[in-house]
């Protein structure tokens, strides 16, 4: 089992900056992939960001060039600076991580744009 706590949340205006933090325990050691998808109200979840344990990077198009994914191996975290955030950021944000062909969720942390 793998147990995973998100944090870095909250609420800030358009053009600001937030940086979101998801740390696994429990079987962690052997995470493969690490990812955070969001939701928003109404809608369904959506990809945002995701990175291998070598440091491969993938992103959607509507974060490229405003949100960078991060990892750090021996802490077993993943982060998610964002910076230039709009309106349309604003979902709930859940991290997830692959662990010996599972998937596991975090339970997600609100962010909030104002314009």
């Known amino acids: 089992q793998v147990q995973l706590v998100e944090s870095g949340g909250g609420s800030v205006q358009s053009g600001g900056s937030l940086r979101l933090s998801c740390a696994a325990s429990?079987?962690?050691?052997?995470?493969?992939?690490m990812a955070w998808y969001r939701q928003a109200p109404g809608k369904q979840r959506e990809f945002v960001a995701d990175i291998e344990r070598d440091g491969v990077t993938q992103y959607d198009d509507s974060v490229k060039g405003r949100f960078t994914i991060s990892r750090d191996n021996y802490k077993n975290t993943v982060y998610l600076q964002m910076n230039s955030l709009k309106s349309e950021d604003t979902a709930v944000y859940y991290c997830k991580v692959s662990v010996l062909g599972r998937e596991y969720w975090g339970q997600g942390t609100q962010v909030t744009v104002s314009a």
């Open positions: 429990g079987n962690a050691f052997r995470i493969s992939g």
